[in-house]
């Protein structure tokens, strides 16, 4: 059984950075799909990039192109979610999710995902 982990959340001012980790034990994450989602309160879990653990193939949404970048540490079974640039929209519980899947295409709905973190609070306020 996969289980994950998140950490790195927390306060940042606009412009700052963050990076999160997401830690996966219980199997190696080669023939995953690993995901990061965010959510406000009283909005929908919404998928903000993803990566294929068997070659590193990455997807980002438009909102996060050009600052965050998605990355795995295969000797560690962790990926990574740096984010630069913050704005104060990136505000929300971020979350990381995974299934068994060897394929090319990228999964951005949380139905698609089997896993899943406890999420990680990362607020950016001045």
């Known amino acids: 059984q996969l289980q994950l982990v998140e950490s790195g959340g927390g306060v940042v001012q606009p412009g700052g950075s963050l990076r999160l980790s997401c830690a996966a034990s219980?199997?190696?994450?080669?023939?995953?799909?690993i995901g990061w989602f965010r959510q406000v309160p009283g909005k929908e879990r919404v998928a903000v990039a993803c990566i294929h653990g068997s070659d590193g193939g990455t997807y980002y949404v438009d909102s996060v192109k050009g600052r965050f970048t998605i990355s795995r540490d295969t000797a560690k079974n962790t990926v990574i979610l740096q984010m630069n640039s913050l704005k104060p929209e990136d505000t929300a519980v971020y979350y990381c999710a995974a299934s068994y899947y060897s394929g090319t295409y990228y999964f951005t709905e949380v139905s698609e995902y089997d896993y899943w973190g406890q999420g990680t609070q990362v607020t950016v306020s001045s």
């Open positions: 219980g199997d190696t994450l080669d023939s995953y799909i």
